[in-house]
């Protein structure tokens, strides 16, 4: 049933025996699919990404493109709570500072989480145990991690607390998260999170679930605790807005797959993929007029079942006609350099794409 | 109420129950005998019917052993004076005496009077006014101390206190003191509060009624519970029947309404100052059920000896029984006859040839199938007077053919009938029905189902049974809710014409509340023949008026009789000396009631 | 805490007070709007006009209803006294009425049959409880296995067999047919194990049908809780799966389930009529039953107010664990 062909990763091609990477985290052609009764789901279907300590990646995609099943992939929590289901198959490597997660032992994998790698949520509310003190949370993941007792704990949490921005963290740290208000139950989520020094950090809409003004002052705490603690950050998001100015690299997905990678900055300024182009152009800047600003991806996304033949983006694309043949439609585009340490899959040549970009995109922008 | 939580399935569930009744019933045999095949044995069942009008294994009966009673219903009350129910009066032997009571005998014997604590029948003065009695030696209460003739006369005396002891028989009240003018012993201005004028007590052995008006059959209203002695210093008033002062050879040990009762050995009691009561059993115990069906169960597997209540067995326990210990049944006549009534209030059954039409059109073969069949309900009944009644002729007399060529109901008749009442094209008329008695109901569509093919539209009005007095005991009511037919059922309180007809056919008792005579009969002849009753002393005069009485009403054709009712009880094969007996309706006669073993 | 305590036994006993006189009204005021005279009721066949009239005065039929009402509530801490016709009854305070029918003050009725409806009622429910929190966690935790579709269709089964056919099943089986028991309800003051002979019947059959319940409940409430986020972000610590099940999933999967407990307890206390009457066990249902019978007015307003007491108990009882539980609850 699982079809796990070509590898959609261009670069690295690594093969199972492939020894271990030098950077702090590498992901070769992760595939993770769940068999459900209407077919296979193909959520991710070979990613391939590097990333160092000290650094963020951005992952974009819409709802649906697979980031979430990327992140939850690495944590090893792609299958955790599919009681009685059919189990999700995953494929691929994961390596974390010279260990491969995939193949570990998961009790392994298990210590790992909280303490080496450790998760933000999108929504803190419904993340967070609604009947735990937040200061009983954050000592619970102190002490999974760490022998001592519950003072110590205790100790440890409000000082994470105040680390994070909370006022008086002492007492605040016996409050319930419902006695929070949201930008401060995500910076206690954040706290808990970082309350191991865990030297990953994926961060899922970290702030989707708030507003616009606690969105900024969370994402600078994010970057802030980043240079602190020298950690290396995913963050992942569908705005593009949220990561322009944090993420070094960027790498955004469509229908489970890598559509764009690349340093920030040539991503945002010399995108070379139609889908990418889409993103920028719906992504709110203040600069803007309200009416123009925002020019949506016009179509869904796709069905990850039945995923469109040739260039999975193609049913939703302006310029599928563009290349000759039809073959937008019938064969995969494989992503190639277009740039320094910048990919794209696309069909149309560097110069179409060049020319569409500078004459019809960015002007609108 | 309930918690229980059905859904859809419910149906699907009682269809699995029905199955499963099967393998239900068999598991409850395990504990009782096995010999269904009516003989009788030494130490199994007597056979089926052994005990009915006749006594079965009375020479098997031991001394000792504890006697089970389980009842689906507590008495209404133990105390003497209050209880109505015909168990409780049955049941009040134990524990009760009377200056005269009824034979220790099977059928129709056990409706006769005999002597209890006077040491004969009485001495009735030649006007049948005055009934002299004079009491035996050795009678004693509970606490030793003799029962005098003035504990006699505290005991009737208490029937006047009817707005503290409500609900028991007002016979005595009515015949002694017709015009009321006794306030009863609570309000006796008296010292010894025995102001009651009718009754003379010249000694301690010797007790006179003087009546002003002459009943024949006073002696069977001295028989009655309600005639018990009271002694006045044990009297709790309302409280009373929670433990009554025994002056029999049981006294109450235990009992909390509703759940049980038990009564252990009166030691004071003397057998031989006791000419009716054999008293076998150590000990009686009653357990009350919630659910009839649990009694049931039970009595098959051997748990219980006998239903307190003597209603019969419900239907799924009588199947079961019937089936597989048939010969420890009695299936006796009840003395109930259960029957449809016409109120001549309600148009067109002021007509005499419309209330001929229903009679005649009914069948009556499918109001006994209603009834429960043959066995479970009784004989189609023919007319009105009880079989157990004396002068009663049972299915010989059938003014209407009854239970002979009209059975399946005769449509020709029924119609001639309709015409000679100016109905031709038949009428629309509402029969009344208690809501709480299923096998009525199944009456009342019965019925409904026969009049429709002669063109009589009935609707069937279900109102609350307990409510009956209210309702259907209201002749306005009764009038404004067009209720030309009601079902209902009679038994007599005492085996006479009196006993069981009086509140039915006399125009004296149409009440306004309460009512009785559901007909409205106002008839002179009956009221005549029932005046002439009271004074007619010779047991075959009485009989014949009887007779009369009955056919009077039958030829007024004022009810439509169902069935001459049966009952199948069940007696358990430890019991011995059983009999059942006219005097109580056909039930078992508890007092001397024996156990084959001891234990 | 202690506002919030503070607040719910205050709206406890305003809703008693409102349930007494809700009560009082459709036992006494309904019969009166439907012409039915109650008085007459408990007066026998030969209904004696003057004895009617006694019952009407004892029970203050003819009073206004307001003054009936506070009667009623003066009884339950003075006491009463009933009076007509030369005889005097008083009924000691709690005085909850007195039956005419069986010449008893209801307090007693109540106080005596109350411990074998709670003995009923508590015992059942530890066993559903043990049962149907163990079928119903494991079922999710092996949703679609052979032991999730097996326990499930015995859980259908449990809850659609009406207990008086599963009781009359065990009761054929174990009591008459095996002999194994007696059947019998014995006080506990009497004998331990008598007691309890009596009683484990109407326990497995009264625990069966809500065993089943709870089972279905707590399988679709568990399944539903494993799915939450903050059972992803305990997972995300680095917590093992058992402890992610205890902590954090159970404590979530309890308060549905308490919900439940506190009503159906209250209920039952009220309502385990079928059970106590296929039983035979003199507790409140059975009272209620034989009242309803009898037309026994008085037990079967006492029966129901000390049924709505349960109730509001339960409720409160479980209100105050809710808090407990979920301290979201505190603020409301």
Known sequence: MTELSKSGAAVGEPTAASPAPSAFLEVRDLKVHFPTDDGLVKSVDGLTFQLEKGKTLGIVGESGSGKSVTSLGIMGLHTAGQYGKRKAQISGEIWLDGTELLSADPDHVRKLRGRQMAMIFQDPLSALHPYYTIGQQIVEAYRIHHDVDKKTAKRRAVEMLDRVGIPQPDKRVDNYPHEFSGGMRQRAMIAMSLVNNPELLIADEPTTALDVTVQAQILDLIRDLQKEFGSAVIIITHDLGVVAELADDLLVMYGGRCVERGPAEKVFYEPRHPYTWGLLGSMPRLDRDQQERLIPVKGSPPSLINVPSGCAFNPRCPYADVPKDNVTRTVRPELAEVGSKHWAACHMSQEQRERIWTEEIAPKL | ?????????????????????????????????????????????????????????????????????????????????????????????????????????????????????????????????????????????????????????????????????????????????????????????????????????????????????????????????????????????????????????????????????????????????????????????????????????????????????????????????????????????????????????????????????????????????????????????????????????????????????????????????????????????????????????????????????????????????????????????????????????????????????????????????????????????IDGLFDKYVDTLDDAGKQQIATDINHKVMEGAYYLPFVFEKFVNWRSSRLANVYTSDGYSGMYDFVNLGLKSSK | MLAYLIRRLFAAAVMLVVIIMVVFGIFFLVPKWAGVDIASSFVGKQADPAAVEAVRQKLGLSDPIYSQVWEFFKGIFTGRTYSGGGDVTHCSAPCFGYSFRSEQAIWPVLTDRFPVTLALALGAALLWLLFGLAAGVLSALKRGSLWDRGAMVVALAGVSLPVYFTGMIALAVFAFGLDWLDA?????????????????????????????????????????????????????????????????????????????????????????????????????????????????????????????????????????????????????
């Open chain 3, 184 to 332: 019998q309800y014995v006080p506990l003051a009497d004998s331990f194990t008598g007691w309890f002979g009596g009683l484990i019947l109407p326990w497995i059959t009264l625990a069966f049908l809500y065993a089943a319940m709870y089972a279905r409940i707590t399988r679709a409430t568990m399944l539903e809780i494993l799915g939450e986020d903050y059972i992803r972000t305990a997972r995300a610590k680095g917590l093992r799966e058992p402890v992610v099940i205890r902590k954090h999933a159970m404590r979530s999967t309890l308060t549905p389930i308490l919900t439940m407990l506190g009503m159906d307890l209250g209920a039952l206390i009220g309502g385990a009529i079928l059970t106590e009457s296929t039983f035979n066990l003199p507790g409140l249902g059975q009272a209620v039953l034989n009242a309803i019978k009898t037309q026994d007015l008085p037990v079967i307003l006492g029966v129901t107010l000390i049924t709505s007491l349960a109730v509001l108990i339960a409720n409160l009882v479980v209100d105050v664990l809710y808090a407990v539980i979920d301290p979201r609850v505190r603020l409301a």
């Open chain 2, 1 to 525: 109420m309930t918690t229980q939580r059905t859904s859809g399935r419910r149906k699907q569930a009682l269809a699995a129950a029905a199955v499963v009744a099967a393998l239900l019933t068999t598991a409850a045999c395990g504990g009782g005998d096995s010999d269904g095949d009516g003989g009788g044995s030494k130490n199994g069942a007597a056979g089926f019917d052994a005990a009915n009008n006749k006594v079965a294994q009375a020479d098997l009966a031991k001394k000792g052993g504890t006697l089970r009673f389980g009842g689906a219903q507590d008495a209404d009350s133990w105390d003497t004076t209050r209880g109505y129910y015909g168990f409780m009066w049955n049941f009040s032997r134990y524990y009760s005496r009377q200056l005269v009571t009824n034979a220790a005998e099977p059928g129709k014997a056990g409706a006769g009077v005999t002597p209890d604590l006077a040491t004969g029948l009485a001495k009735v003065s030649d006007d049948g006014k005055t009934y002299t009695y004079t009491l035996r030696d050795g009678i004693t209460w509970e606490d030793g101390k003799p029962i005098t003739s003035k504990d006699i006369k505290y005991g009737i005396e208490r029937v006047w206190a009817q707005d503290v002891l409500s609900g028991g028989p007002t016979y005595l009240k009515e015949v002694l003191d017709p015009k009321g003018e006794y306030p009863g012993p609570y309000k006796d201005k008296s010292k010894d509060k025995l102001g009651l004028k009718a009754i003379e007590t010249p000694d301690d052995k010797t007790i006179v009624f003087k009546l002003p008006k002459a009943n024949s059959d006073f002696e069977e209203m001295l028989a009655l519970t309600s005639a018990s002695p009271v002694r006045q210093d044990k009297d709790t008033k309302s409280k009373y029947g929670l433990h009554p002062f025994s002056s029999g050879p049981y006294k109450f040990h235990s009992y909390n309404p509703g759940k049980d009762l038990t009564l252990v050995r009166n030691t004071e009691w003397k057998q031989e100052s006791d000419p009716v009561r054999k008293a076998y059993p150590d000990k009686i115990t009653v357990q009350f059920f919630s659910d009839a069906n649990q009694l049931d169960q039970r009595l098959l597997s051997g748990d219980l000896d006998l239903d307190i209540n003597q209603t019969g067995m419900s239907p799924q326990g009588r199947t079961t029984a019937l089936k597989e210990h048939k010969a420890n049944l009695d299936n006796p006549v009840s003395g109930y006859i259960r029957y449809a009534v016409f109120p001549q209030s309600v148009k067109p059954f002021d007509n005499i040839e419309c209330r001929k039409a229903v009679i005649l059109g009914a069948d009556h073969v499918s109001l006994q199938t209603a009834r429960g069949g043959p066995v479970a309900g009784g004989e189609i009944g023919t007319n009105m007077l009880p079989p157990s009644v004396p002068g009663a002729e049972g299915q010989k007399y059938d003014p209407y053919k009854i239970a002979g060529e009209n059975k399946k109901g005769n449509v020709a008749e029924a119609k001639k009938a309709l015409e000679a009442c100016g109905k031709p094209n038949g009428f629309k008329t509402t029969i009344a029905v208690r809501n709480n008695k299923p096998v009525e109901v199944a009456t009342a569509q019965s019925l409904q189902a026969s009049l429709k093919k002669i063109g009589i539209t009935a609707e069937i009005d279900q109102y609350d049974g307990s409510q009956t007095a209210g309702i259907i005991g209201s002749p306005s009511n009764v009038k404004k809710k067009n209720y030309g037919i009601i079902i209902m059922g009679w038994g007599p309180d005492f085996p006479s014409v009196q006993g069981y007809g009086l509140p039915l056919w006399d125009s004296d008792y149409i009440l306004e509340s309460g009512n009785n005579n559901y007909a409205l009969i106002k008839d002179k002849e």
